[in-house]
């Protein structure tokens, strides 16, 4: 093997020695930040944007809503209004057909015994109503806002309304389940989907399971007593949101309208076969929550429930990538970046760097709009914003360490050498108190007195083979390379191939003796030190 392919050889081991322990710091690094709030907030903010590049994805054909609006009330008047009026509107939206009718409206108060009957009663015919229950936040009183006995009775099912909200209030989730005074009790969009699908709710602790469909949720399940009172860790179900419903928008993620249409029978069949439910939409009324899609105005809670029962009856499932691939996709990423900013330092480095950023980026949100997986972007950015600086900080390391090196040979040979000017290269290198090893402004200083002490040299050398009359060459003893100068003043490089090889001619000066002897007839240069050719 040649020489020059040997340092190639030595030179890709330094620096795959130099770069594990340099991925290593920068995933430990990576990983310290991802526990706190702004790479989190980071990763989740990144999410949301995801949803906003996705855009419109049309009308849902499985989901209707029927909304109390600001023109309903202007109708019927302000909320609260009578169950009778809650019953005709009931009626209504039965005789559509739907699969499954849900109420996202609190009928946990009593009012006019008759009203609540004919509630009721609307409620026994439609024969497919689900209500809602939702956690009371009175410090004081009942805990949970439960439907009356009356209209549970009369309902298919009861689920809770709870939405699960982020550090920043922006509702990503919904709790699986909560725990309130008659057991756990499901989430209402789950229930909705239950009857709409006309299959068993099933939970094996991981995911759950509506017929065919697989639910992934996002924790455990652990249900435990503990002194006799039930206990069970949270399990959330990501929203795979579709859209929110924009006044005037020609494609509205979901078909809505409005109780005044409805009563007055505008509907136009659009509700059959679908899983309609009724709640509010009305500016006035405080039942909207911030989400990843919501622009000007939050999201009304009973546009969140279709959401999510929109991606459960579509067979589709928000989960976050899982964490050892995770960890694994994160470690490619940084051995990557690193081998780049090392390969191509400087900018070039870090164009490839944000050229290998923008691919990841793009990969992470294809998987997201057709494999519905969210990535965490918050240590990927990590690692695209600490390899470079990382990279260059151990390249600064290296080179204080080699400076140092040298420096300390070049001491190391100047020992024994004679006493030279107090200022001089060689009497700093002398000198037995030097600056700390820390100090790169000493060493860098000393290395530019080197340069000119040997610029000084290579011209005083050039000007003395430029003086010389008679033929002379210079071995490179290490790479087998000469310059020859020859009697007629032309310099040339030349190839040595061994020491014995050429003949030589009288009056040439072998350079690698002892001393400069000149050859005679015999044309072979016998100096066993000799490392190549005596060229005239």
């Given at each position: 093997m040649s020489e020059s392919a040997t340092g190639r050889s030595n030179q890709k081991h330094l620096q795959t020695k130099h770069w594990l322990p340099l991925n290593v710091l920068l995933l430990a690094l990576v990983g310290l930040l991802s526990l706190t709030y702004p790479v989190e907030e980071l990763s989740r903010r990144t999410g949301d944007l995801y949803f906003r590049l996705r855009g419109s994805q049309g009308t849902s054909p499985h989901v209707a809503l029927i909304l109390i609006d600001d023109a309903?009330?202007?109708?019927?008047?302000?909320?609260?209004?009578?169950?009778s009026l809650l019953a005709q509107v009931v009626r209504a939206a039965s005789a559509g057909h739907p699969k499954v009718l849900g109420l996202d409206i609190l009928l946990s108060e009593t009012e006019d015994e008759a009203n609540d009957r004919e509630l009721a009663k609307a409620l026994k015919e439609a024969g497919n109503t689900v209500?809602?229950?939702?956690?009371?936040?009175?410090?004081?009183?009942?805990?949970?806002?439960?439907?009356?006995?009356?209209?549970?009775?009369?309902?298919?099912?009861?689920g809770h309304a709870q939405a699960a909200l982020g550090p920043d209030s922006i509702?990503?989730?919904?709790?699986?389940?909560?725990?309130s005074l008659g057991g756990p009790r499901w989430a209402f969009a789950l229930e909705v989907a239950r009857i709409a699908s006309g299959n068993v709710l099933e939970d094996d602790g991981h995911e759950l399971r509506i017929g065919r469909r697989k639910i992934p949720t996002v924790g455990t399940s652990s249900h435990v007593m503990v002194a006799g009172v039930e206990s069970e860790s949270l399990r959330f179900l990501p929203i795979d949101y579709?859209?929110?419903?924009?006044?005037?928008?020609?494609?509205?993620?979901?078909?809505?309208?409005?109780?005044?249409d409805l009563l007055d029978g505008k509907a136009g069949g659009q509700l059959q076969g679908k899983a309609v439910l009724i709640g509010f939409g009305s500016t006035e009324i405080g039942d909207r929550i911030p989400t990843p899609v919501?622009?000007?105005?939050?999201?009304?809670?009973?546009e969140i429930h279709a959401n999510l029962i929109d991606a459960i009856l579509a067979g589709r499932s928000l989960t976050p990538l899982n964490g050892w691939?995770?960890?694994?996709?994160?470690?490619?990423?940084?051995?990557?970046?690193?081998?780049?900013v090392l390969r191509w330092p400087v900018w070039r480095g870090l164009v490839a760097l944000a050229a290998l950023l923008a691919v990841g980026l793009a990969a992470s949100y294809f998987v997201f709009a057709w494999m519905h997986v969210l990535v965490g972007l918050g240590p990927f950015l990590c690692v695209a914003l600490l390899a470079g600086p990382l990279a260059q900080l151990q390249n600064l390391v290296l080179v204080d360490r080699g400076l140092t090196q040298g420096l300390r040979q070049l001491q190391i040979a100047l020992k024994t050498a004679q006493p030279t000017k107090k200022n001089s290269l060689p009497a700093a290198l002398r000198a037995e108190t030097q600056p700390a090893d820390g100090d790169l402004h000493w060493k860098v200083s000393l290395l530019r007195q080197l340069q000119a002490e040997l610029s000084s040299l290579y011209a005083f050398d050039e000007t003395l083979l430029e003086a010389m009359q008679e033929g002379l060459a210079v071995f490179a003893v290490?790479?087998?390379?000469?310059?020859?100068?020859?009697k007629d003043g032309t310099r040339r490089r030349a190839l040595i191939v061994s020491p014995r090889h050429f003949a030589s001619r009288p009056g040439a000066i072998c350079a690698n003796h002892s001393r400069p002897r000149r050859f005679g007839s015999t044309r072979r240069c016998t100096s066993a030190r000799a490392s190549g050719a005596c060229v005239p």
């Open positions: 309903s009330l202007e109708r019927y008047g302000r909320w609260p209004w009578k169950r209500l809602v229950a939702k956690i009371s936040n009175s410090p004081q009183g009942r805990p949970w806002f439960e439907p009356l006995p009356l209209f549970a009775q009369n309902a298919l099912a009861v509702c990503r989730s919904v709790p699986v389940r909560e725990l579709r859209g929110q419903i924009v006044p005037g928008e020609t494609s509205p993620p979901f078909f809505a309208v409005s109780v005044l919501s622009d000007r105005l939050p999201m009304p809670g009973v691939l995770n960890l694994l996709v994160l470690c490619v990423f940084s051995f990557s970046s690193t081998w780049v290490r790479n087998g390379k000469a310059f020859v100068k020859s």
